[in-house]
């Protein structure tokens, strides 16, 4: 079972900074495209950003945009997401999320249901 794994999570005061981390665990995140979801305590999973490959095509969730920016380095084989601005509401479990097939739109923060392999999340805590 193919398993990309998160990192960079951690606690952060509000208006701090995180970068979030995915690489896949003995493979390549080549031809996959990546996304971003979260799942704070209580509330439904949301999606968050994706990035297409190689990169050209972004998505965000409105509640993210201009704040959080999605990227990968197909080098490194590895995605990222920074978060900058972070606020209490970001608090969440992120996890990271892959697919070969996102559909039409490059990629997609809307259907989870296109990714194939999921990470097992890391946790995200803004507060003073």
């Known amino acids: 079972q193919l398993q990309p794994v998160e990192s960079g999570g951690g606690l952060v005061q509000p208006g701090g900074s995180l970068r979030l981390s995915c690489e896949g665990s003995?493979?390549?995140?080549?031809?996959?495209?990546i996304a971003w979801f979260r799942q704070a305590p209580g509330k439904p999973r949301e999606g968050v950003s994706c990035?297409?490959?190689?990169?050209?095509?972004?998505k965000y969730a409105g509640a993210v945009k201009g704040r959080f920016s999605i990227s990968r380095d197909n080098i490194r084989h590895t995605g990222y997401l920074q978060m900058d601005s972070l606020r209490p509401e970001d608090t969440a479990v992120y996890y990271c999320?892959?697919?070969?097939?996102?559909?039409?739109?490059?990629?997609?923060?809307?259907?989870?249901?296109?990714?194939?392999?999921w990470g097992q999340g890391t946790q995200v805590t803004v507060s003073s």
């Open positions: 999320a892959i697919t070969r097939n996102p559909g039409s739109g490059a990629c997609t923060v809307t259907d989870e249901g296109r990714y194939d392999y």
């Open positions: 003995g493979f390549t995140l080549d031809y996959y495209a």
């Open positions: 990035i297409s490959y190689p990169g050209r095509h972004t």
